[in-house]
C-alpha cells in the first residue's frame, strides 16, 4: 500500500458534533472540551459554526465560544461560515480561519443554506473578498461530494467546477465532505483520481460520516490517493438523535487508533485523546458510538 507516515487530523465535533444535539450544551462545558482537545496533540479544529441560531440552537453562542476558547500555540482554529452574515459575525469574534460550506447538490444546498449552489458560489466571492481583506485564512468545504440521498451521484465534472471557484477565490485548501455516508472505497478513489490535475492532494482534506460503516475504509482509500489530512469527531458525535439512521463523523479516537498502529503519526496523545471522548460522552449523557471508549486500544498503537 502507498501509505503517507504522517496524517493531519482535523478535530470537527465541537461544530459536525455539537450542532446536532438537541438539548443546548452549556457554554462553559463547550468550552472546556475544546481545550481538553487543545491539549492530546491536534492540530487543527473545526470549533463552531457562525449560522442563523434558530437554522442551528447549539450554536448560538459561537461568537462566545470562538473569543473564551485557550488559543494554544501551533493549533489552528477554525469557523464554518454559510453567507456573509455569518463571515461578519465571525470576524467581530476575531476568528482568524474559515471555512465557507457549499454543497454540491442543489437540493441539499437549498434546504442547508437556502441557496442554489450558483447563487452560494457568487456568495462566496463576496465573503472571500471580505475575508481576504481582513486578513482571514480560508478553506473550502464542500457536502455531498460522495453521493447525496435526492440526487444520487453529483456528476464528478460539477464538483470540479465547484472546487475550481473556491480555489480562484483564494481557499487555501478543500475538505471534501461524505455528508450522508454514502461513500465507499472505491468511489472515493475514483472521485480523487478525477482531480489529480486541478489540486494537489495535500491541499485535501477527507470528511467522512460513518453512516454506513465504511469511514475507516475510506480513509485507507483517501491516503492511497494521496491525502494525508481527515477529519474526524471525538466520541463519533455527530447525527440526529431525533432521525434514525443519522449518524456522526468517524471517531477521531477511532482514527487514531488505526492509524498509529499502522505506524503512521498522527501527533496525537491517544490515552488523553480516549479521555476526552468519555467526557463528551458525560457532557451529553449518552453513549457515543466510539469503539475506543467501548474496546480500549491495542498497546501497539499508544505513539504519537
Ligand atoms: N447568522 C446569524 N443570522 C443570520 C445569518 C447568520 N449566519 N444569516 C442570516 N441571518 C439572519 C439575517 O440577518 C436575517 O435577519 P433579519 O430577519 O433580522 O434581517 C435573517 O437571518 C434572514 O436572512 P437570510 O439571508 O434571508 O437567511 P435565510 O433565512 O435564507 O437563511 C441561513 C439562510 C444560511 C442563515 C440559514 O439557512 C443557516 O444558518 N443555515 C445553516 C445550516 C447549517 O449550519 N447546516 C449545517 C452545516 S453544513
Ligand atoms: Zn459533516
Redesign the pocket.
Known sequence: MNLPRKVTIIEVGPRDGF?NEHIFIPTDQKIRIIDALSETGLARMEAT?????K??PNLADAADVMTRIRKKEGVLYEA?I??L??AE?ALQAGVKNVKL?ISVSEAHNKS???MSVADSLNNMEEIARLAKAHGMRITGGL?MVFGCPWEGKVPVSKIEAIIARLLEVGAEDISLGDTSGMGDPAYVSETLNHFVDLIEAGKLSLHFHNTRGTGLANVLAGMEAGVTMFDASIGGLGGCPFSPGATGNIATEDLVHMLQAMGIATGIDLPRLIEVAKTVQEVIGRPLPSSMVKAGPVPWSIRK
Open positions: 450542532q459554526s457562525f449560522v442563523h441560531p437554522a442551528i464554518l454559510p453567507n452574515k455569518g459575525r460550506v442547508n443554506v437556502n457536502a
